[in-house]
């Protein structure tokens, strides 16, 4: 479980310093389109990833209970 949560962590501080990028990549754009695009595609891809994460989180949170539960029983 641990192993699990400190993945998810991670997957999660890179989906938010891709945010970050997609953000100076916007601001550094100085009016190409083609590189705010780009930005603008890096930030809503990673708010998609850190959707997946919290996803996946709250599976393995729901799943692990629902196994431990069945074991104490």
Same mark, same amino acid.
């Given at each position: 479980?641990?192993?699990? !949560?400190?993945? =998810? @962590?991670?997957? *999660? +501080?890179? #989906?938010?310093? $891709?945010?970050?990028?997609? %953000?100076?990549?916007? +601001? *550094?754009?100085? %009016?190409?389109?083609? !590189?705010? &695009?780009?930005?603008?595609? &890096?930030?809503? $891809? *990673? =708010?998609?990833?850190?959707?997946?994460?919290?996803? #996946?989180?709250?599976?393995? %949170? $729901? $799943? @692990? /209970?629902? =196994?431990? /539960?069945?074991? @104490?029983?």
């Amino acid at each position: 479980m641990k192993v699990i !949560n400190f993945v =998810l @962590t991670f997957l *999660a +501080l890179v #989906a938010v310093i $891709f945010v970050i990028v997609g %953000g100076v990549r916007i +601001l *550094a754009a100085g %009016g190409n389109e083609e !590189n705010v &695009t780009k930005g603008r595609k &890096t930030i809503i $891809f *990673a =708010l998609i990833g850190l959707v997946i994460v919290f996803f #996946a989180r709250v599976i393995v %949170g $729901f $799943f @692990t /209970s629902e =196994l431990a /539960s069945n074991f @104490t029983n």
